[in-house]
């Protein structure tokens, strides 16, 4: 199983990203899919989840301001982010789940900084 973030960098603050996690080796439409994402000195704090039918949660702190999203066909998760501020920056980790099976991609990182 392997899971590929991509789409992290650096933006000013009020700006946007859109992360991708590609995902292979695994019936992607069957696992719930999550953005988790850890600052540094911090522990990881789960960002948003979409169920494999598409029902979606997120962190109070990004409510209104991210979306996750899935693309069953090509094996991909989303995550919109907008009204970006200084304390989203972190590294985002891409996660599947289903049961005691857990995979994790490798991270990408995000800066909010002017």
């Known amino acids: 199983v392997q899971l590929v973030e991509s789409g992290g960098g650096l933006v000013q603050p009020g700006g946007s990203l859109r992360l991708s996690c590609a995902a292979s080796?695994?019936?992607?439409?069957?696992?719930?899919m999550s953005w988790v994402r850890q600052a540094p000195g911090k522990h990881r704090e789960l960002v948003a989840v979409?169920?494999?039918?598409?029902?979606?949660n997120y962190a109070d702190s990004v409510k209104g301001r991210f979306t996750i999203s899935r693309d069953n066909a090509k094996n991909t998760v989303y995550l919109q982010m907008n009204s970006l501020k200084p304390e989203d920056t972190a590294v985002y980790y891409c996660?599947?789940?289903?049961?005691?099976?857990?995979?994790w991609g490798q991270g990408t990182q995000v800066t909010v900084s002017s």
């Open positions: 979409i169920s494999s039918g598409g029902s979606t």
């Open positions: 996660n599947a789940e289903i049961g005691v099976f857990v995979y």
């Open positions: 080796g695994l019936t992607f439409s069957i696992y719930a």
